[in-house]
């Protein structure tokens, strides 16, 4: 849901207005600090590689507490862009996606 809504599922990698790249619209300052080597080829995390991209944001999420569900989740999903509307718009996209692929 996060990707969807930060760059259309990798439509749009930017930058953003922010500075923002790849198809999780990271930072490159948060991506120095959570980017990591996912899938496919090895090497270095490359911010613009959605098999990098996405588990990395995964790893910011887990770190910010989404692991633990529900308030944390929240909490989590609010770290990684400060804004209410943006938390309770991922939430329903996933809720979405839960109902249509779950």
């Known amino acids: 849901?996060?990707?969807?809504?930060?760059?259309?599922?990798?439509?749009?990698?930017?930058?953003s207005t922010?500075?923002?790249l790849g198809p999780m619209q990271f930072l490159p300052s948060t991506w120095r600090v959570w980017g990591i080597d996912g899938f496919?080829?090895?090497g270095p995390p490359d911010i613009m590689n959605p098999y990098d991209a996405v588990p990395s944001a995964a790893e910011l999420l887990c770190g910010s507490g989404a692991a633990q569900g529900g308030q944390?989740?929240?909490?989590?999903?609010?770290a990684y862009n400060h804004a209410t509307w943006y938390v309770d718009e991922v939430l329903t996209l996933a809720a979405e996606y839960a109902r249509e692929f779950g």
């Not at 989740?73 to 609010?78: G, K, M, N, P, S």
């Open 72 to 78: 944390g989740l929240r909490q989590a999903i609010f």
């Open 18 to 20: 922010a500075g923002a």
């Open 40 to 42: 496919g080829d090895t």
């Open 1 to 15: 849901a996060i990707g969807q809504i930060e760059s259309g599922d990798g439509a749009n990698t930017g930058p």
